[in-house]
């Protein structure tokens, strides 16, 4: 299990500049620094579930899945595809780690992947860059979201019924049986968020 990190900050999905904030799908990649890892014991002891309620895998918490994850996808432009899904759902699982004002479009980013799938979701994203280049400090373009359900109040949640620490990881890699399958696993945990969120109180 992997103890404690430095971590570059990851851009949150959602804000004002989608370019900036890793939405887009050509350059504006998110910036990841380099991560440190000190084993401890004690550190292990207490970290043998994520905050979202999961287990630690074998690479440690979620956490530990979503820097690598975003690490692996830089040179994979077919994993890419789904680091918005990625993004959104670990800040909506995770929230001390996002911003709530931006909690509310990401929620909606994911019904927009579980209605029109990811292609959808990278035309999408494509549109936000373009739009925030012409039409500067005027903020997201709400319509393609407009159809879909606000987020609904509540605590953070737990207990989602897909989390990162369980992705399977073969040879250091995500995607060891292919960007397809990979991204059914993530498509997995967007449902799950979806799901969970939708029903809490």
């Not at 500049?17 to 350059?27: K, T, W």
């Not at 918490?61 to 996808?73: F, K, N, V």
């Not at 494509?126 to 739009?131: E, M, P, T, Y």
Request: with cysteine.
């Amino acid at each position: 299990m992997l103890g404690q990190r430095r971590l570059g900050r990851e851009p949150a999905v959602g804000a004002v500049d989608p370019a900036r904030d890793g939405l887009a799908q050509v350059g504006g990649h998110p910036a990841v620094e380099h991560v440190t890892v000190v084993h401890s014991p004690m550190i292990q002891a207490m970290t043998d579930h994520c905050d979202c309620g999961a287990p630690a895998g074998p690479l440690g918490r979620c956490a530990d899945y979503y820097y690598a994850i975003l690490a692996e996808e830089q040179a994979d432009p077919d994993m890419y595809r789904w680091h918005n899904p990625v993004v959104c759902s670990y800040l909506l699982q995770h929230p001390a780690e996002g911003h709530a004002k931006h909690f509310d479009v990401q929620f909606r980013w994911l019904q927009l992947l579980l209605d029109q799938g990811v292609d959808a979701v990278v035309r999408v994203a494509a549109h936000q860059v373009a739009r925030n280049r012409h039409t500067s400090r005027q903020g997201y373009d709400m319509t393609p979201f407009e159809t879909y359900a606000p987020l609904p109040p509540g605590a953070a949640a737990t207990g989602f019924r897909a989390s990162f620490s369980a992705l399977p990881v073969v040879g250091g890699s995500f995607v060891f049986d292919g960007a397809e399958a990979y991204g059914r696993r993530v498509e997995a945990i967007a449902a799950a968020t979806v799901e969970r969120l939708s029903g809490r109180t």
